[in-house]
């Protein structure tokens, strides 16, 4: 099968939609596993052990389980019970709630970096525990996570070929529809590593930068 540029520019905005929603939806996921990673690692170090346990379960048993499996849960079943989620909402909850379990422990490993005598100074000059996490914990943690953290960026983009399975049609799922109806795979499968390529060069190069950005000074 000979390559045809012809056929390529036919379905060239085919496939850009399917990369913008592949963006979208790993934009979308990054925050809400940002936000929901952030809460969880807080929970577990929580006094109350009944608001830490629960903790540990859950990112236990998120970890556990296959994204697909979870994917299929929040679309397939959630419906029986009441829930009806668009294809993308599915999907960006389902990145979102997956790679938070994961980047939970990077907050946890970032805070527990944090000096404890940070914690007694902060109760010298009677800071409230809020206050104590928000102006002293937190602004040390987060700086060494960002590696880290844009590290499961990557990954959580190159795992969004996985929403095709509840018909997101995103990049993959735009290139298969393609495929099937054309009969022609060299193309749109070709392109789909392109587009991958075309986004995941800058941001490995972008996670390099952070890494000797933030990299304690004794390995720069």
Request: charged letters at 15%; one cysteine or more; aromatic letters at 12%.
């Amino acid at each position: 099968m000979e390559w045809d540029w012809d056929f390529v520019w036919e379905i060239l905005p085919t496939l850009a939609k399917g990369v913008i929603i592949t963006i979208q939806a790993t934009l979308l996921g990054s925050v809400l596993a940002m936000v929901l990673g952030l809460f969880t690692a807080l929970a577990r170090r929580s006094p109350s052990k009944w608001i830490s346990a629960p903790m540990f379960v859950f990112n236990d048993f998120i970890r556990g389980t296959p994204l697909l499996v979870q994917l299929y849960f929040l679309f397939f079943i959630l419906p029986d019970l009441g829930i009806l989620l668009s294809p993308l909402a599915a999907g960006v909850i389902g990145l979102g709630i997956h790679y938070s379990a994961y980047i939970s422990e990077v907050y946890g490993a970032g805070i527990d970096n944090v000096s404890k005598g940070q914690w007694e100074a902060s109760k010298a000059v009677n800071l409230t525990v809020p206050q104590t996490w928000r102006h002293v914990i937190l602004p040390q943690a987060i700086p060494p996570m960002i590696p880290a953290l844009a590290n499961y960026f990557v990954a959580m983009f190159k795992e969004t070929p996985l929403l095709a399975a509840i018909t997101v049609i995103e990049l993959m799922n735009a290139a298969r529809s393609v495929a099937n109806e054309s009969y022609r795979y060299l193309e749109p499968m070709t392109l789909v590593g392109v587009f991958f390529l075309l986004v995941s060069i800058p941001c490995v190069l972008m996670l390099r930068h952070l890494e000797k950005r933030f990299a304690p000074n004794d390995q720069r």
